[in-house]
T-cell receptor
């Protein structure tokens, strides 16, 4: 079945550590996205990518980094510069023609907790 | 930038009652509008979408929404709530290359 796989489902990070969240899709979508979800704040866009080797900052990119070396993969690194990383992280993809997004497909999310 | 505002962060209905979740949008061009549903600790799933054409859009699980340009609204309804409808619902609007989400409405269904 086609879909988006995020791993791990739960992740614990110590203060000062970098951690990387995995996102893989087999939908053959060009566009991929990372969102952060906090209670009562909806989904906020961290980074997005329309094509391999290219990505753009979203609304809350500070303290995060991404790469897009393969069409199928869009890993997110939460760096030590992110002061409040505890949140639910969602990866999504869409067909991505560069025009208006017609539908986003989501992974099951990764819950990151700082310990 | 295009945006949506969801009215009411929490809505409670009785089982069998009408569900109405409100969403207003702000857009300078004809919008693409969506409703997504999220169950606890899961990703989002598309309920329905409006792109062009018929303004009354039917989705999964008996939900529907009506695009009203004059009111800049895209409210979500279901005639009869079921316990399994309890979830978080997000209204969203797309613009080139990305989607902007509302803050969400948590639907509680009581027996």
């Amino acid at each position: 079945d086609g879909g988006i796989t995020q791993s791990p489902k739960y992740l614990f990070r110590k203060e000062g550590q970098n951690v990387t969240l995995s996102c893989e899709q087999n939908l053959n979508h060009d566009a991929m996205y990372w969102y952060r979800q906090d209670p009562g704040q909806g989904l906020r866009l961290i980074y997005y990518s329309q094509i391999v080797n290219d990505f753009q900052k979203g609304d809350i990119a500070e303290g995060y980094s991404v790469s897009r070396e393969k069409k199928e993969s869009f890993p997110l690194t939460v760096t030590s510069a992110q002061k409040n990383p505890t949140a639910f992280y969602l990866c999504a993809s869409s067909i991505g023609t560069g025009g208006v997004v017609t539908e986003a497909f989501f992974g099951q999310g990764t819950r990151l907790t700082v310990v | 930038a295009q945006s949506v505002t969801q009215l009411g962060s929490h809505v409670s209905v009785s089982e069998g009652a009408l569900v109405l979740l409100r969403c207003n949008y702000s857009s300078s061009v004809p919008p693409y509008l969506f409703w997504y549903v999220q169950y606890p600790n899961q990703g989002l799933q598309l309920l329905l979408k409006y792109t062009t054409g018929a303004t009354l859009v039917k989705g999964i699980n008996g939900f529907e929404a009506e695009f009203k340009k004059s009111e800049t609204s895209f409210h979500l309804t279901k005639p009869s709530a079921h316990m399994s409808d309890a979830a978080e619902y997000f209204c969203a609007v797309s613009e080139p290359r990305k989607t902007n989400f509302g803050k969400g409405t948590s639907l509680l269904v009581t027996p």
